[in-house]
């Protein structure tokens, strides 16, 4: 039988094996939501490919592939409490069989448990953290137990983790695994680190990438001409980002010499009223653009120079990942467990804490200079890093660990 640490490797080979049938659980199957969801129904696109037969098991979504199956469509509201779910999904399995269940939720039942937003402990934490305020952080810890839902949730990851023969837990990133072992002191042999993945060579539409980068100038008042470097900010939670300690950054490093103009541009659904103003009072709202929600994130990166996520947390960001796979450099955070996918210095630069203004600034200094964007790019691609973060290797990996779970049932 195979050792679970062997898994860890990016470089897995896997053995011709008959098609293993999966269910992947997860709360919501609609594309659109981004996040999770996106990366979820990527990864099942990621196994068919390899020949397995995939399914998406969820309480509410768009029911438009045939391996999509809508448990709680019926049941009024947006979402469905915890233990519905659990119940339509115990009497799914009862009738249907599968050789394993993957779940992004804390079901216990489950064969490998895969939390797309690494555990809830680490993520109530961090939440409050980006607060930036001590006595409203805490306030948010105390009352994130207000949340039923949360607590649920919470309570059933934490019973999973004690459980000796509880589901292996996937975790997205090393960041994440250590989470795992700090917060619920779970041991080496129930994790294993199998890095996310994204869809990588995305086409980009280059006359929409050439009619946004108008609108984008326009927005800035500036001419091809004056040679701006664009630092693109993707998210829908621009607090939890780390918007606002970018815009100080920003700020700052507007009052050193920059080797050419730098401009910040917005992209995403979040409230940008509060951005704004302080954008303005720091006087620097005319280097900065919103673009609001933007349908495809290739585009905009193809006309970024480099793309910046000073987040207080993300299991592992897929902006980032993309980021990477366009051959972008990127900054941000050791709260971002992508960092696990590129080296600090080589291909980006990796702040130490969101709050760390002065270092934000000096990283888009560094990267006002065009030559070093370009030797950044460059060691991306002479590094090959698009295929170490590209969805196939991560499917591949979750094979492997398929296969091992497999081969520990036939052995029992």
Known sequence: ??????????????????????????????????????????????????????????????????????????????????????????????????????????????????????????????????????????????????????????????????DQN?????ALSQYVADQFKREYDVGDHRIVVIPNGVK?????????????????????NLKEADNPIFFLFVANNFRLKGLGPLIKALHLAATKHTARPVCLVIAGRGNSRKYRHLAKKLNVHKKIVFLGKVRHIQNALS?????????????????????????????????????DLFVDGRHGKVIDAPENIPALADAIKYFSDVNNIQKASDAIVTDNLSEKISITRAAKQ?????EYILEKRRQQ
């Open 166 to 170: 509880g589901p292996v837990i996937a």
């Open 398 to 402: 979750l094979i492997s660990l398929y």
């Open 200 to 220: 990588i060579n995305k086409e980009v539409d280059t006359a929409a990438a050439d009619r946004l980068r108008s609108q984008i100038l326009a927005g800035l």
């Open 1 to 162: 039988m195979a050792d679970l640490s062997l898994l860890q490797t990016a470089n897995v080979k896997i053995l011709p094996v008959m098609q293993i049938k999966i269910a992947i659980i997860i709360e919501r199957a609609n594309i659109v939501l981004g996040g999770a969801e996106r990366s979820v129904l990527e990864l099942a696109t990621g196994l068919s490919s390899l020949k397995l037969d995939v399914h998406i098991l969820a309480a509410k979504g768009q029911a438009n592939a045939k391996s999509i199956h809508l448990l709680c469509q019926n049941t009024p509201g947006k979402r469905v409490s915890y233990f519905t779910f659990a119940r339509e999904l115990k009497k799914h399995l009862s009738q249907n069989h599968y050789d394993i269940i993957h779940s992004v939720l804390p079901f216990a039942f489950a064969d490998v448990y895969q939390p797309r937003g690494g555990t809830y402990a680490q993520s109530i934490l961090r939440n409050a953290a980006s607060y930036q305020n001590k006595f409203f952080a805490s306030y948010k810890k105390i009352t994130a137990f207000a949340n039923f839902r949360r607590t649920i949730l919470l309570r059933a990851e934490k019973k999973l983790c004690k």
């Open 303 to 339: 006309i970024a120079d480099v793309a910046a996520l000073p987040t207080f947390y993300d299991p592992s960001s897929r902006f980032t990942l993309e980021a990477i796979a366009a051959a972008k450099p990127v900054i941000t955070t050791k709260f971002n467990g992508a960092t």
